[in-house]
């Protein structure tokens, strides 16, 4: 499968923004997605995560209640709705996919979108 990320750009603190990855390919249904950000000079933190199916959603303690994951496997897409957005948000935001359950981490996804990257300005 292959993951395009998009949505990104410059937003105020405190507002919202809603960023999107679509897949192609024939089978993106069997994939779980995630989420990931990575700020510069930090590791790649994990945010989100949703099942194949989109019952199943896991969050990052750092993000929840915050961040809202969720997928159309109709479109191929799955989106990420960021609220009350912080100068510390600030990021490149990955998508991600898998196929076996729920990972937090970034070397258990095999797939990879390019990035989009997420600018909150104070």
């Known amino acids: 499968v292959q993951l395009q990320a998009s949505g990104g750009g410059l937003v105020q603190a405190g507002g919202s923004l809603r960023i999107s990855c679509a897949a192609s390919?024939?089978?993106?249904?069997?994939?779980?997605m995630a989420w990931f950000r990575q700020a510069p000079g930090k590791e790649r933190e994990f945010l989100a995560f949703?099942?194949?199916?989109?019952?199943?959603?896991y969050y990052a303690d750092s993000v929840k209640g915050q961040f809202t994951i969720s997928r159309d496997n109709a479109k191929k897409t799955v989106y990420l709705q960021m609220n009350s957005l912080k100068p510390e948000d600030t990021a490149v935001y990955y998508c991600?996919?898998?196929?076996?359950?729920?990972?937090?981490?970034?070397?258990?996804?095999?797939?990879w979108g390019q990035g989009t990257l997420v600018t909150v300005s104070s």
């Open positions: 991600a996919a898998k196929i076996g359950g729920y990972s937090s981490s970034w070397n258990g996804y095999n797939y």
């Open positions: 390919g024939r089978t993106f249904n069997n994939y779980d």
């Open positions: 949703i099942n194949w199916s989109g019952v199943s959603t």
